[in-house]
């Protein structure tokens, strides 16, 4: 028992503070531009590679339920579709849209009455999705400026089911964040329902 509470002791001291330190690319990471998001050196970045990404944010060390030390217990990865506006709108550079593997920290806590299990906060896209909300900003953009599906699908590489949900939810949140949608919303909106005749 004492071995192994020696040893639990041990994981819970030693992988507090130790810190592997990958190599990142500075010029990448801030052409992606995204909160805690951190390019790996050695890559390139277009649309048919997967671009490895490791979480950038400050490392946690205590609980945030109880405040006991916490360890980081492995990392998880997701993939995510995003895309790269051009910096000057001017030029005529195109967005670039790319997928990106996510490796993100998971912590546990070392209480053993707590030992609550959580994960770095990801603040660029909703809870279990895989689209980041600037994508989905433009997809909504594209659908607001009258573009078909068939048309953001080809653009995007978003299935068109995938594409009606993200117009679904901003409609939906609009809903929820204003009592009423402005007019020329309205309309789009009229529009998507009457295609998808769905509520
Ligand atoms: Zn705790």
């Excluded at 849209?97 to 209480?111: L, S």
């Excluded at 007019?183 to 998808?196: D, G, I, P, Q, S």
């Amino acid at each position: 028992m004492k071995v192994l509470t020696l040893l639990l002791g041990g994981k819970c001291y030693w992988g507090s503070l130790m810190r592997k330190k990958p190599q990142i690319d500075r010029g990448l990471t801030q052409r992606v531009n995204l909160p805690g998001v951190a390019v790996l050196a050695g890559q390139k970045l277009d649309k048919t590679t997967l671009l490895k990404t490791i979480d950038s944010a400050d490392r946690v060390f205590s609980c945030p339920v109880c405040g006991s030390m916490v360890y980081s217990n492995g990392y998880k990865h997701r993939k995510f579709l995003d895309v790269i506006r051009p910096d000057n709108l001017d030029s005529e550079e195109r967005p670039v849209i790319y997928t990106f593997d996510y490796k993100f920290r998971v912590y546990q806590c070392c209480n053993s009455d707590c030992k609550l299990v959580f994960k770095t906060p990801i603040d660029f896209a909703g809870p279990n999705r895989h689209v980041t909300f600037r994508l989905e900003d433009d997809v909504f953009q594209l659908h607001v400026d009258e573009a078909s599906y068939l048309y953001i699908s080809k653009l995007t590489g978003l299935t068109e089911k995938t594409i009606g949900e993200i117009i679904r939810r901003r409609y939906n949140d609009y809903r929820t964040n204003h009592n009423s949608i402005p007019e020329w919303l309205e309309e789009a909106k009229n529009e998507f329902y009457r295609k998808h005749n769905a509520r």
